[in-house]
C-alpha cells in the first residue's frame, strides 16, 4: 500500500511538472488575439505586372533585361509568399508576357490593355477597389511609357505607388528610365533596389 501511494505521489509529480512546462509553451491572450488578427489581415497591396511581351523584348538592353528579369522573379515570390493579388497586363498582338515570368504565375490569365496605362479603358480600378487594395507595385516595360503613365494614373486614384529602377525597363530607343525617375518621385515611392521595396513591405 505504501508503495502503491508512493507511486501515486511520484505520478502526480511528473504530470504537474509535465503541465508547468507546457504551459509556457501557450500563446498568452494577447499572443492568441495578436495571431488571430494576422490570420484575419487581407492583403493590401497588389502587383501589377505591364506589357512584359515578347515583341518589346528585343528593344531592351540584354543584360539589363536579364538582369531585372531575376529581380522581377524574386519580386513576383514575394507577392505569392504574402498572397498579394497580381494582374498581368497585355497590349494585344504583341505576343506572351515572357516565360521567366508566366512560369511563376499560378493563373496566368492577363488583362488585354487598349492604352499605354494599365489603369486607361481596363477594368483594373475596379478589381482593386473590390480587394480593398491601397498599394500597387508596379513592374515592366517600357519604364518611360506605359509603366509611368500607369503610376501617374494610380496617384491620381488614390493608391500608393511602390516602384523600384530594379523591376522596371526601357526600351534602348527611349529616354531611359534613369530619366523618368524625377517623373516617378513625383507619384511614387522609389526605392533604390527591389530589396529595399520588399523589406519595406515586410516591416508593414
Given at each position: 500500500m ?5 507511486n501515486?505521489i511520484?505520478a ?6 509535465t503541465?508547468?512546462n507546457?504551459?509556457?509553451t501557450?500563446p498568452s491572450?494577447f499572443?492568441l488575439e495578436k495571431?488571430t488578427r494576422?490570420?484575419?489581415?487581407k492583403?493590401?497591396t497588389?502587383?501589377?505586372?505591364i506589357?512584359s511581351?515578347?515583341t518589346?523584348l528585343?528593344?531592351i538592353?540584354?543584360y539589363?533585361l536579364e538582369t531585372?528579369?531575376?529581380?522581377q522573379?524574386e ?7 504574402n498572397?498579394?493579388p497580381?494582374?498581368?497586363?497585355e497590349i494585344?498582338g ?5 516565360k521567366?515570368?508566366?512560369?511563376e504565375?499560378v493563373?496566368?490569365?492577363p488583362i488585354t490593355k ?7 479603358k481596363?477594368n483594373l480600378?475596379?478589381l482593386?477597389?473590390?480587394?480593398e ?6 513592374m515592366?516595360l ?5 509603366v509611368?503613365?500607369s503610376?501617374q494614373?494610380?496617384n ?5 505607388v ?9 526600351a ?6 534613369n530619366?523618368?525617375?524625377?517623373e516617378?518621385?513625383k507619384v ?5 533596389t ?5 523589406e ?5
Amino acid at each position: 500500500m505504501k508503495k502503491t501511494l508512493t507511486n501515486l505521489i511520484l505520478a502526480s509529480s511528473l504530470l504537474v511538472s509535465t503541465l508547468t512546462n507546457f504551459s509556457c509553451t501557450i500563446p498568452s491572450s494577447f499572443d492568441l488575439e495578436k495571431i488571430t488578427r494576422q490570420s484575419q489581415t487581407k492583403p493590401n497591396t497588389a502587383l501589377i505586372i505591364i506589357d512584359s511581351q515578347y515583341t518589346f523584348l528585343h528593344d531592351i538592353n540584354r543584360y539589363e533585361l536579364e538582369t531585372e528579369s531575376d529581380n522581377q522573379v524574386e519580386v513576383i515570390k514575394f507577392a505569392k509568399k504574402n498572397n498579394f493579388p497580381i494582374y498581368v497586363f497585355e497590349i494585344e498582338g504583341k505576343g506572351k508576357t515572357r516565360k521567366k515570368l508566366r512560369e511563376e504565375l499560378v493563373n496566368y490569365k492577363p488583362i488585354t490593355k487598349p492604352h499605354s496605362s494599365a489603369f486607361n479603358k481596363t477594368n483594373l480600378d475596379k478589381l482593386l477597389k473590390d480587394q480593398e487594395i491601397k498599394n500597387v507595385i508596379l513592374m515592366g516595360l517600357n519604364a518611360s511609357i506605359c509603366v509611368l503613365q500607369s503610376a501617374q494614373d494610380a496617384n491620381q486614384k488614390d493608391y500608393k505607388v511602390l516602384i523600384s529602377p530594379d523591376i522596371i525597363q526601357d526600351a534602348t530607343y527611349l529616354a531611359g528610365k534613369n530619366e523618368s525617375l524625377e517623373e516617378y518621385k513625383k507619384v511614387a515611392k522609389l526605392f533604390r533596389t527591389n530589396d529595399d521595396l520588399m523589406e519595406y513591405l515586410s516591416n508593414q
